[in-house]
């Protein structure tokens, strides 16, 4: 392929600026303002969006991984944890709705939809802890240093 001339930029100088603009994706998402106690369909819609910004963040900071310290790869295994939960949150909504616009009534159902919810809940409540850090300035200023930090290239 033919490259600009910023390919000619050393990675440890570009680097934080081509993971800066996912870092402020994903701090700047409406879905670390909800409280997630009982999520609605919006609410769900709006989690979901969160999940996917959160994937493609993480995607995209796993090719830099051995540019980076301990620190940033403990991020992205809570990141992958944060995907993980909003998944659980996003099943739920689906398998509850799915179960409501069904018109059997077959046996189990209500406990089906109880453990369901049991799994969101306990799915939210890893959220509220974990969104503490997103939502709080030493957790986001932590974030925007780590990705600053002058990094040693070892590819």
């Given at each position: 392929p033919s490259f600009t001339s910023l390919a000619?930029?050393?990675l440890s100088t570009a680097l934080p600026d081509l993971l800066s603009p996912a870092i402020a994706r994903l701090l700047l998402h409406p879905g670390w303002l909800l409280d997630g106690t009982r999520p609605s369909r919006a609410d769900a819609l709006v989690f979901h969006d969160l999940r996917k910004t959160a994937k493609r963040t993480r995607y995209q900071a796993e090719?830099?991984?051995a540019c980076y310290g301990e620190s940033f790869q403990a991020w992205l295994e809570t990141l992958k944890t944060l995907q993980?939960?909003?998944g659980v949150i996003?099943?739920?909504q689906v398998l509850l709705q799915s179960l409501q616009e069904s018109r059997s009534k077959k046996r189990g159902r209500g406990e089906l939809a109880a453990a369901i919810r049991g799994r969101?809940?306990?799915a939210l409540a890893e959220w509220a802890a974990m969104r503490q850090r997103y939502?709080?300035?030493?957790g986001r200023d932590e974030l925007r240093r780590?990705?600053?930090?002058?990094?040693?290239?070892?590819l």
């Open positions: 000619a930029m050393p090719c830099f991984v993980e939960r909003l996003q099943d739920g969101q809940a306990d939502l709080s300035e030493p780590m990705v600053l930090e002058r990094v040693e290239i070892v």
